[in-house]
C-alpha cells in the first residue's frame, strides 16, 4: 500500500449522457469520503476548468443535492472538447496543469469521457511521471456510442438504448393507426458505432419496432434501400425504418452529406438533417406518405427513462477509479467484465491500460447483422437486453424531475 | 328510466393520443360489465370500420390484455380522418350506417376523438332522430391539441404535455454543458392552439427550461423574435426557444410556410419543417451554433412519461359515456369540470352537448400569455400543473412497454 495524500480533481469532457453525472458521484462521494483524499474539487469544463483555475469545491455542496446528481442528466460540471497538443511539440497546457495540481496539492485526477478523454488522461500521465510529479491518473468512461475498446460496454449507452427502444416502441404504434400507407424513418446517433442503431431492434424483439435497420458498419446502397423499404411497404402497407445518422456509401461519403443522383433537388438537406432527406427521396420513389424524425439530443439526455442497471454501473465506474486509484493505481481506465450465462448477467468492474482505449472505435461486430445489411441478429439483442432493465429511481417533483441544485463553489472566489 | 338493450360500437378518430386507449378501455369495460348492452364491437379505423363492417367483437378479447390498453398508446382500434358528407346533400353514408347498426341491433354509439369526431357524432345522431331509429349516441373526447370546447381540458393533452415539460427539461441541461454558445430550438405541435407549446413553461418554471415560447394565440413578427433571441443569447450566451409550430404572420401566413426575405435561400423547408428553418435564420443572423429539435410523434404517443391523472381521467371519460348512454342520455360529449381552488384540484365529468364542442377551438387565453407574447404567465402554469401530475402506472417486461395485445376477432369472420 502505497498512501499517497492529497487533492483530487474530477472533471467531465465531451458529449454528456443521461449518466454520467452518477459515475461524477461516484467520484466524488468516495473521495469525499477518502482519508487519504483532502480535498475534492471540480473542473469546471473539463480540463479547460484545470487550465484556467475554475474549480468547484465541491465539499461545500450539500450532500443530499450531491446525491441528486445519480439522476441528473448532461455534465453538471460543464464539458470541453478540449483537444491537449502532443507535448513534445508545445508543453504549454501541461505546464499549467502542473501549476495547478501543485496550487492545490492534487494527487489524483478522474476524467469522465470517451476516446479523447482517455487520450487526455493518457497524455497528462505521461506528462506528470517525466517531470517526477506524483499524481494517480484514472480515466471513468462513458459515451452513448458505446464504441471504448477494452470494456464490455459504456455507461451513458444503455440509458439511450432504452430510449430509443422505448420510443421506436411508442412511434411504431402511432403510424400504424390509419390505414393508409406510411413510412418512418428514425434517425439515430452513432457516426461510426451503429450500437445505437441497433438497439431500435429492441423495439422489434419486444413486438414493435424497426422493420429495417441501417448501422455503419456496412455500406449503404441506397438502390438496395429503396428495395428493401418498397418490398416491405407494398406487402404491409407500412414500414419503419431505422438509420444510423452515419451511415455511409462504399466510398466512404456519408449519405447525410452525399449528392448522388438520388439527392439531386435535394440540396438544402443540411436543413433536417438525414432523416428529412431520405425521407423526401423514399416520397419520391415510392410515393407513400412518409415522416422522417430525427431523436435529436432526447436520446442523449433522456434520464427519465434510463436504465437503473445503467446508472449503477455508472456510479460503481466512478467509485472504483477513486478507491483504485486511493490504493496505488494509476494510468488506468475502469472498464466492465460482463457475462450473461443463460440470462444471468453479472457485471464486474476492471482496470484497463489507457493506452488500449485510445484511437480505438469498438464497432458491432459485422456477425451481428445480418447478411443483407438491414437488420441486426439475436446475439445484438442478447448483448444489450441486460444492460437496460431496471427502472430509474429518479426522484420528481410536481411529477417532473428533481435535478441536482450545485452551489459550484470555485475555489479562487473563496 | 329508459332502458333500452342492443349492441354497442365503439370507435376512436383523428390523431392518436397516450391515453385515447384508456378512454377506450372505459367504454369497453363498462360495456362489457353493462346488462343493457348485449355486445361490444369495436369498430375498425374509426367511422370507416362501420361502413366497411369491420368491426370487431371484443367480448373475445382476453380480460388481462383488454386491462393493458389502460397504458397502451395511439389507437389501438385503428383511426381515420374520414368526414361524413352533409345528410341533405349525400345520404349514402348515413344509410350504410343506419343498415350496419340495424344488421347489429347497434343501440349505443360512443365515438372517441377531436373537434372532428364530435361532428361525425352529431351528425349521426341527427339522423338517426330523423329515421325514427333509437340510438343513443355518446362522444369521448380525445386531443393532445387541448382545443375542445365546453370542457377543462382534454384527455391526452396532459401527458403530451408533461412529456414536453420532461423534455425541455433534459434538453435544457444538455444545451447547457459547454461554455461555447448555443441556441436550441424546440418546434412542439398545435397548428391552431398554443397549448402543448405553453406547457414547455413547465420546465422553465421546475428550473430548467426555455427562455422564450411562441404560440400561435399571437402574430409572429420574425424582428423581435431575432431581437428576442439576441437579447437572451447575448446575455448569457445561450437561448432555448419553444415554437409552436402554428405560429403565423400577422397576415395569417404560417411561419412554417412562409417566404419572406429572411427565408430567402431556404426554399426546402419543407425537408425539415419549422426548427430547421428557423435554427438556419438564428445561425445567419446571430453566427450562435443553432440547433432545431422538432418534437414530431414522440410527444403525442410518449405514454412511458404519461400522466396517471390524465390515464384515469381518460378511463373516467370512457366509462362516464357508457354509464349515461345506458341510463337515457344521448347526444353529449363527457367533458371535465375542474375547480383548483388553493392547490386542491378535483375533477368531475359533466355532460355537454354535441354541438358546442363542435366547430369551435378553444385557445389559450390571451391573458395567460405575457405582453410581448413570448412566454405565458403563471395563471396557465396553475392550469396545467395539476394534470400532469401522477406517474404512470405501465407494465414493462424485459424493462420495455407492454402493450396490450388484441385478438381483434372480425364480426364477419366468426
Same mark, same amino acid.
Given at each position: 500500500?502505497?498512501?499517497?495524500?492529497?487533492?483530487?480533481?474530477?472533471?467531465?469532457?465531451?458529449?454528456?449522457?443521461?449518466?454520467?453525472?452518477?459515475?461524477?458521484?461516484?467520484?466524488?462521494?468516495?473521495?469525499?469520503?477518502?482519508?487519504?483524499?483532502?480535498?475534492?474539487?471540480?473542473?469546471?469544463?473539463?480540463?479547460?476548468?484545470?487550465?484556467?483555475?475554475?474549480?468547484?469545491?465541491?465539499?461545500?455542496? =450539500? +450532500?443530499?443535492?450531491? &446525491?441528486?446528481?445519480?439522476? *441528473?442528466?448532461?455534465?453538471?460540471? /460543464?464539458?470541453?472538447?478540449?483537444? @491537449? $497538443?502532443?507535448?513534445?511539440?508545445?508543453?504549454?497546457?501541461?505546464?499549467?496543469?502542473?501549476?495547478?495540481?501543485?496550487?492545490?496539492?492534487?494527487?489524483?485526477?478522474?476524467?469522465?469521457?470517451?476516446?479523447?478523454?482517455?487520450?487526455?488522461?493518457?497524455?497528462?500521465?505521461?506528462?506528470?511521471?517525466?517531470?517526477?510529479?506524483?499524481?494517480?491518473?484514472?480515466?471513468?468512461?462513458?459515451?452513448?456510442?458505446?464504441?471504448?475498446?477494452?470494456?464490455?460496454?459504456?455507461?451513458?449507452?444503455?440509458?439511450?438504448?432504452?430510449?430509443?427502444?422505448?420510443?421506436?416502441?411508442?412511434?411504431?404504434? =402511432? +403510424?400504424?393507426?390509419? &390505414?393508409?400507407?406510411?413510412? *418512418?424513418?428514425?434517425?439515430?446517433? /452513432?457516426?461510426?458505432?451503429?450500437? @445505437? $442503431?441497433?438497439?431500435?431492434?429492441?423495439?422489434?424483439?419486444?413486438?414493435?419496432?424497426?422493420?429495417?435497420?441501417?448501422?455503419?458498419?456496412?455500406?449503404?446502397?441506397?438502390?438496395?434501400?429503396?428495395?428493401?423499404?418498397?418490398?416491405?411497404?407494398?406487402?404491409?402497407?407500412?414500414?419503419?425504418?431505422?438509420?444510423?445518422?452515419?451511415?455511409?456509401?462504399?466510398?466512404?461519403?456519408?449519405?447525410?452529406?452525399?449528392?448522388?443522383?438520388?439527392?439531386?433537388?435535394?440540396?438544402?438537406?443540411?436543413?433536417?438533417?438525414?432523416?428529412?432527406?431520405?425521407?423526401?427521396?423514399?416520397?419520391?420513389?415510392?410515393?407513400?406518405?412518409?415522416?422522417?424524425?430525427?431523436?435529436?439530443?432526447?436520446?442523449?439526455? /433522456?434520464?427519465?427513462?434510463?436504465?437503473?442497471?445503467?446508472?449503477?454501473?455508472?456510479?460503481?465506474?466512478?467509485?472504483?477509479?477513486?478507491?483504485?486509484a486511493v490504493s496505488g493505481v494509476t494510468d488506468k481506465m475502469v472498464a466492465f467484465k460482463c457475462s450473461r450465462d443463460n440470462g444471468a448477467y453479472k457485471c464486474e468492474a476492471s482496470l484497463e491500460p489507457l493506452d488500449i482505449v485510445a484511437n480505438f472505435e469498438k464497432k458491432v461486430p459485422r456477425e451481428w447483422i445480418n447478411a443483407r445489411g438491414n437488420g441486426v441478429e439475436q446475439p445484438f439483442i442478447d448483448y444489450v437486453l441486460p444492460l437496460i432493465q431496471g427502472e430509474t429511481k429518479a426522484p420528481k417533483e410536481n411529477a417532473l424531475p428533481r435535478f441536482a441544485k450545485l452551489k459550484k463553489v470555485l475555489t479562487i472566489e473563496m
Amino acid at each position: 500500500m502505497n498512501e499517497l495524500k492529497g487533492a483530487c480533481i474530477i472533471g467531465q469532457s465531451g458529449g454528456p449522457t443521461a449518466v454520467i453525472n452518477a459515475s461524477a458521484l461516484g467520484v466524488i462521494r468516495t473521495a469525499l469520503d477518502s482519508e487519504s483524499i483532502t480535498r475534492v474539487l471540480g473542473a469546471a469544463h473539463g480540463i479547460k476548468g484545470v487550465l484556467e483555475d475554475r474549480l468547484y469545491d465541491m465539499g461545500q455542496e =450539500d +450532500a443530499a443535492e450531491l &446525491d441528486l446528481l445519480k439522476y *441528473t442528466p448532461s455534465s453538471a460540471l /460543464g464539458s470541453c472538447r478540449y483537444k @491537449l $497538443a502532443d507535448p513534445e511539440q508545445d508543453d504549454t497546457d501541461y505546464k499549467r496543469i502542473l501549476e495547478i495540481f501543485k496550487k492545490y496539492d492534487v494527487r489524483y485526477f478522474f476524467y469522465n469521457g470517451g476516446n479523447d478523454s482517455m487520450d487526455t488522461c493518457n497524455k497528462i500521465s505521461k506528462y506528470m511521471q517525466k517531470v517526477g510529479y506524483e499524481c494517480r491518473i484514472m480515466g471513468v468512461p462513458k459515451t452513448i456510442d458505446n464504441d471504448l475498446n477494452g470494456t464490455d460496454h459504456c455507461p451513458g449507452f444503455a440509458s439511450a438504448a432504452k430510449f430509443i427502444a422505448t420510443t421506436c416502441m411508442e412511434v411504431h404504434r =402511432d +403510424a400504424h393507426v390509419y &390505414d393508409t400507407g406510411m413510412v *418512418t424513418i428514425i434517425e439515430i446517433m /452513432g457516426r461510426h458505432a451503429g450500437w @445505437l $442503431a441497433g438497439s431500435a431492434a429492441l423495439a422489434t424483439w419486444a413486438g414493435y419496432g424497426p422493420d429495417l435497420i441501417y448501422l455503419p458498419e456496412t455500406d449503404f446502397n441506397m438502390d438496395e434501400f429503396l428495395a428493401d423499404v418498397k418490398a416491405v411497404y407494398e406487402k404491409t402497407g407500412k414500414c419503419m425504418v431505422a438509420v444510423s445518422e452515419g451511415i455511409h456509401y462504399a466510398d466512404g461519403t456519408f449519405v447525410s452529406e452525399a449528392k448522388t443522383s438520388a439527392t439531386d433537388g435535394f440540396g438544402h438537406a443540411q436543413l433536417g438533417g438525414l432523416a428529412s432527406m431520405l425521407a423526401e427521396i423514399v416520397k419520391k420513389e415510392t410515393g407513400a406518405k412518409v415522416r422522417g424524425i430525427e431523436l435529436s439530443l432526447l436520446q442523449r439526455c /433522456g434520464s427519465h427513462v434510463a436504465s437503473q442497471t445503467d446508472i449503477d454501473e455508472a456510479f460503481m465506474a466512478g467509485k472504483t477509479a477513486v478507491e483504485a486509484a486511493v490504493s496505488g493505481v494509476t494510468d488506468k481506465m475502469v472498464a466492465f467484465k460482463c457475462s450473461r450465462d443463460n440470462g444471468a448477467y453479472k457485471c464486474e468492474a476492471s482496470l484497463e491500460p489507457l493506452d488500449i482505449v485510445a484511437n480505438f472505435e469498438k464497432k458491432v461486430p459485422r456477425e451481428w447483422i445480418n447478411a443483407r445489411g438491414n437488420g441486426v441478429e439475436q446475439p445484438f439483442i442478447d448483448y444489450v437486453l441486460p444492460l437496460i432493465q431496471g427502472e430509474t429511481k429518479a426522484p420528481k417533483e410536481n411529477a417532473l424531475p428533481r435535478f441536482a441544485k450545485l452551489k459550484k463553489v470555485l475555489t479562487i472566489e473563496m
